[in-house]
Structure formats: structure tokens, C-alpha cells
């Protein structure tokens, strides 16, 4: 498999993708697109975009750890097409972790002495579930509504009925009821 095609003919359709997304899109519903594409690259950068930090670094923690934890289990071997392709497909869900395996270089999974053989499969499934995690993280962000202006003090003390209502006329003060008088 030509690598350097690969890569390219990926970037090309991910561009396209993108100009695509940008123009048909509603443009409330564009900064969903742009923040699917940011979430590809970083795990949880789509939900900071949206104003949802705790949740994307929540996952760019975990995303990153787990892939971490594979690589330092796999002896930092990248994964490659011809040593396991599903491994190397589900490593295109995650655009960093992608882009870190291009530089490192595919190279072929030659067991070194320091390296138990039994270690380096579970190292790739770390790996490649990193990037299949990534795309369901990808696609809660198309249910996420932005983060919306902070609350201040006196809307919360104002009801929202009241905000709304037309102004009201003042009260006219009641008539006193007249007291019956006692027979005597």
C-alpha cells in the first residue's frame, strides 16, 4: 500500500468534507461542522469549541492515556497496514493519533529483545480503540448545543413571567367596607 497516496487522498477528502460542511450547513449549525472536524484531530477539542471544556478535556485525558498506555505496551510501534490492517483502519478515527504513527513511520512490528511478544497485540487494540472511541466522541458533538451566555445574578431573581409580561397598571386602593352598627 503507497502510504504517502493514502495520507494525501485522506487529507484531500477531509478537506472536501469540510468546504462542504461550511457551505451547506445552517450557519447556527456551522460551528458544529467546524468543531467535528477539530474533534478528529484532538480527541475532545469540538467540545471546548462548543464551550464545553470539562467534558473536552475529559476526553482528550482519557483518549490520550488510553493511547498512551497502548503505545508504551506496544514498545511504541506503530501500527501498520501490513501487520494488522484493522488495527491501522481503526487508528484513522483519531487524526492525532493518525498523524503520530505517520511520523514515526510504519514500520514493520519486528519483536525487540526488551518487548514480550505478547504485549505488542494488546498495545494495537489500546491503539486502534483510541481512534474508534475518538469517532463516538465525534458524533456526540453533533447533539451538543453551544454553551449559552452566563446567567447573571438578576435574571435568576427576576421570574421569567414577569421579564415577559406587558407593564401593569397601578393597583387602585380598595374602598373601605362599611362595619354594620350594633343594636343597643
Not at 30 to 47: E, S, T, Y
Request: hydrophobic share 55%; charged share 15%.
Amino acid at each position: 500500500m503507497n502510504f504517502r497516496f493514502s495520507g494525501k487522498a485522506v487529507l484531500i477528502v477531509l478537506g472536501a468534507l469540510f468546504i462542504l460542511v461550511s457551505l451547506f450547513m445552517k450557519k447556527g449549525e456551522r460551528i458544529k461542522g467546524v468543531a467535528f472536524f477539530l474533534a478528529w484531530l484532538v480527541p475532545g477539542a469540538g467540545h471546548v469549541l462548543l464551550g464545553k471544556w470539562k467534558k473536552g478535556l475529559f476526553f482528550f485525558l482519557i483518549l490520550g492515556a488510553t493511547y498512551a498506555f497502548g503505545m508504551w505496551i506496544a514498545g511504541f510501534r506503530p501500527v501498520s497496514f501490513d501487520d494488522n490492517p484493522f488495527y491501522f483502519v481503526g487508528q484513522f478515527g483519531s487524526g492525532a493519533t493518525l498523524l503520530i504513527a505517520k511520523l514515526r513511520g510504519a514500520e514493520k512490528a519486528i519483536i525487540r529483545d526488551g518487548l514480550n511478544p505478547s504485549w505488542f497485540d494488546p498495545g494495537l487494540l489500546y491503539v486502534c480503540v483510541v481512534g474508534l472511541l475518538n469517532l463516538v466522541v465525534m458524533m456526540s458533538i453533533l447533539d451538543v448545543k453551544p454553551a449559552e451566555v452566563a446567567v447573571t445574578e438578576a435574571d435568576v431573581l427576576r421570574p421569567a413571567a414577569a421579564a415577559s409580561a406587558p407593564p401593569m397598571a397601578p393597583a387602585v386602593p380598595a374602598a373601605p367596607v362599611p362595619v354594620p352598627e350594633k343594636p343597643a
